[in-house]
């Protein structure tokens, strides 16, 4: 006799997907922000890292606070102009959140942020469709026949028999050349993060980093 549906055991542990109730979690987080803290910058992130991002929001967690997310979401939090936003000024942050960037709530003077950001920096492998940032090539490396590469072996030695280009300069990384530069223990890639504007309820500033701004108002 088949089994009833209605006698089916349902797990009350079931993790929900993220809908409604995070968006609005995000939106009044954001709004406390601006009571909280006296500044708000828009920031990017040059080859993220996530281990690094979080060592960042935990030296700064006792004066700022970090949003990332929906960019929609960030802006509904802000006020898309005038008519709309949260404080006098603000809904000028909005049009800069396109892309990959975030938010940073502080109560650091602006000179303290940006000499933070500049020297905030971490060297790692370079992962694939990353821009290379210089030439490279090798003359002889073991494993990199794996690669592709056109090697022999010599007398138990794996010998490149021609001159092998691992990566060009500006031109973004194969899965093999990401590969070849870990092998190699080649550090290509910076994360970084970069001001793109910011604002305070004296003032409004753009810095331009790491965002093409010819088409964004800014009025």
Same mark, same amino acid.
């Given at each position: 006799m088949p089994k009833s549906k209605r006698n089916r055991p349902v797990t009350l542990s079931k993790t929900k997907k993220k809908g409604r109730e995070h968006k609005e979690a995000i939106v009044n987080g954001i709004k406390q922000a601006l @009571?909280?803290?006296?500044?708000?910058?828009?920031?990017t992130l040059e080859n993220m890292r996530n281990l690094k991002f979080k060592e960042l929001r935990e030296q700064l967690k006792s004066s700022s606070r970090f949003f990332l997310g929906s960019n929609k979401v960030m802006q509904v939090s802000l006020g898309r102009s005038v008519a709309? @936003?949260?404080k006098p000024g603000i809904h000028k942050l909005s049009k800069f959140l396109r892309g990959g960037t975030g938010l940073l709530f502080t109560n650091l003077e602006k000179e303290e942020v940006q000499r933070l950001f500049e020297e905030f920096e971490e060297h790692d492998f370079a992962r694939t469709g990353s821009i290379a940032t210089e030439k490279f090539s090798h003359e002889m490396e073991p494993f990199l026949r794996k690669q592709g590469l056109p090697v022999r072996l010599n007398k138990g030695i794996i010998e490149l028999v021609s001159d092998f280009v691992v990566c060009e300069e500006g031109q973004a990384l194969s899965p093999e050349s990401a590969r070849t530069l870990r092998l190699l223990g080649i550090k290509m890639a910076t994360f970084r993060v970069h001001l793109v504007c910011g604002w305070s309820p004296d003032n409004f500033e753009v810095y331009g980093e790491g965002l093409d701004l010819s088409d964004v108002e800014s009025s």
């Open positions: @009571e909280d803290y006296s500044s708000v910058y828009v920031f709309d @936003e949260n």
